[in-house]
């Protein structure tokens, strides 16, 4: 067969493929269950192969590569304008077989089975962060029903369920301190669950080089730097610092026309969980502004006299973004700025 490329849209069971050869010709329109993809490639001449970049997609991206062929995963953001008409599989598999051959196209790197495994922990860490602040507005909103009100805080929920289970708070019904218990026994099993999780990430935090050179910069602990040194594998496919932080989501959404620049909010787009962290730790850099003797802390506390204190937050995020870009591309570790 003479086929050059293929735009596959893969699926859960069955998968729709679109060959063509060098001159834009189809060579086939094919649909393929599950398990009869790999061996059909197998068959093929090394071809570029393009994926939607979806779930699933690095591991079939891995798998195909070891046959010979080329893989390249696009976002499926931008495959959309190749979609003619409409929507169905055969026509996703053709846009994604031209958009891949696209010379000024953006494309995901492929991640390792160890890098997914890090962001599997992330992503498992943050579930059972979400339901342990799920478990704690349950038992304050139901402790408030028999008038027992607590500071805002974690802990001091956690010390009014002591001093429950230890007697000393009267007032609460037998049958509703059972039901406490079980709530009790649930943050138990979170907080348990969480710091282990922690620990395997500290594990891979310390064998890892990028992830201790990405923990240098300031706002970034180990959690955001071994979410970011497992999320970019591959930071050259960022030429700038500012695309990277396009690619977070942390630069200004652009509604320009007609020569002139209109500026709004930042436009959230990419990666929310690495924007989260990042923001989050940027707020730490906000807070300690004051005794901070750098250039750095010196240009934040100019921004905050200017500009609202959560807007100085998301500019200290973008900044930081971009020399996490810079330490990831250079190979180095961050260097603090020489006050003037």
């Known amino acids: 067969m003479n086929v050059t490329t293929i735009g596959i849209d893969l699926a859960k069971s069955v998968f729709q493929l679109h060959g063509i050869d060098a001159g834009g010709g189809v060579i086939f329109r094919k649909k393929l269950r599950r398990s009869a993809v790999l061996n059909f490639l197998r068959d093929l001449p090394p071809c570029l ?14 798998e195909i590569g070891a046959l010979g062929h080329e893989v390249r995963l696009i976002p499926p953001a931008y495959v959309k304008p190749y979609v003619k008409r409409q929507k169905n599989d055969a026509a996703d598999a053709e846009a994604i077989c031209e958009a891949v051959t696209r010379p000024n196209m953006r494309f995901v790197p492929v991640k ?88 395997q990430l500290m594990a891979w935090h310390r064998a ?51 020569g002139k620049d209109r500026l709004g909010r930042i436009s959230k787009m990419g990666d929310g969980y690495l924007r989260r962290l990042l923001v989050v730790g ?17 240009w934040v506390r100019s921004l905050l006299e200017r500009k609202p204190a959560r807007l100085a937050t998301v500019a200290v995020a973008n900044k930081t973004a971009r020399i996490a870009w810079a330490v990831l591309a250079r190979g180095e570790t961050y260097r603090a700025p020489m006050t003037a």
């Open 49 to 62: 192969i393009g994926l939607e970049a979806c779930a699933t997609a690095h591991f079939w991206a891995r």
């Open 112 to 199: 390792s089975v160890a890098r997914q495994g890090v962001l599997m922990l992330h992503r498992t860490r943050d579930l059972l962060m979400r339901q342990r602040t799920m478990t704690l507005n349950a038992v304050r909103a139901h402790l408030a029903e028999f008038g027992l009100i607590t500071a805002q805080g974690p802990h001091k929920i956690l010390t009014l369920i002591r001093a429950i289970r230890a007697g000393k708070v009267p007032g609460l019904p037998e049958i509703a301190g059972a039901a406490l218990e079980s709530l009790a026994t649930q943050l138990d099993n979170l907080a348990g669950e969480i710091r282990r999780l922690e620990r």
């Open 208 to 258: 890892d080089e990028t992830s201790q050179r990405l923990e240098t910069i300031p706002g970034v602990g180990i959690i955001t730097a071994t979410a970011l040194a497992a999320s970019v594998p591959d930071p050259s496919v960022f030429k700038t610092g500012r695309q990277f932080a396009a690619f977070l989501g942390l630069v200004p959404r652009q509604n320009s026309s007609g």
């Open 282 to 298: 940027a707020t730490s850099v906000v807070r300690r502004a004051g005794g901070n003797t750098s250039a750095t802390g010196a």
